[in-house]
């Protein structure tokens, strides 16, 4: 039906993905739902360095994430990491805002209260919060007034294209999780 023909359609859901009719069969593009977290973070993190409004602080190499910390990150990258974690969180939550209350409650944790049983504590906001405005300032989130950020169609274009590339690397079927 489709002789030595490839026709490209453009569909809307969660995220924006396209679709490929290629002699009769439809194949999907790969996206950032396709990839596993750490694959996915890992590479997302070696693109963000490139951006030049995200860097770290000079007090970020010896602050904590969190009070439920109780050292600062091992990584001397930490900070590209935790971006491309948050910028990942706001690509999954499908355009909808969220806000650095929120993103406290994903990144905090149990905290040793020493003889007293243990507690959830958020975490750090000033750290969420800056990343979130030097995403903002690499155009790849923007601002809900008083509903939080959201991801931009940069930031949903740029997690797409890092995803793309690992399955391509890697050779991954997209959709299905595999064990490294």
Do not use: C, N
Not at 155 to 170: F, P, Q, Y
Request: charged letters at 30%; aromatic letters at 6%; a positive charge.
């Amino acid at each position: 039906m489709f002789d030595r023909m490839s026709l490209m359609v453009l569909y809307t859901g969660a995220a924006l993905a396209l679709l490929k009719v290629q002699l009769g069969k439809v194949m999907r593009l790969p996206t950032a739902r396709d990839v596993r977290a750490d694959l996915l973070i890992d590479r997302l993190k070696e693109e963000l360095k490139k951006f030049e409004p995200i860097s770290p602080p000079e007090w970020a190499y010896y602050t904590k994430t969190g009070v439920h910390k109780e050292r600062p990150p091992a990584q001397d990258d930490w900070w590209y990491a935790r971006a491309a974690s948050i910028l990942r969180t706001l690509y999954l939550r499908g355009g909808r805002p969220v806000g650095v209350e929120r993103l406290r409650t994903k990144y905090g944790g149990r905290k040793d209260r020493g003889v007293k049983p243990e507690r959830f504590v958020k975490g750090s906001g000033h750290v969420i919060r800056l990343i979130l405005q030097q995403l903002e300032a690499a155009g790849l989130v923007e601002r809900v007034e008083r509903r939080g950020r959201r991801i931009s169609p940069k930031g949903v274009s740029l997690l797409d294209r890092v995803a793309a590339e690992i399955v391509r690397d890697m050779e991954l079927v997209p959709g299905r999780v595999e064990a490294v």
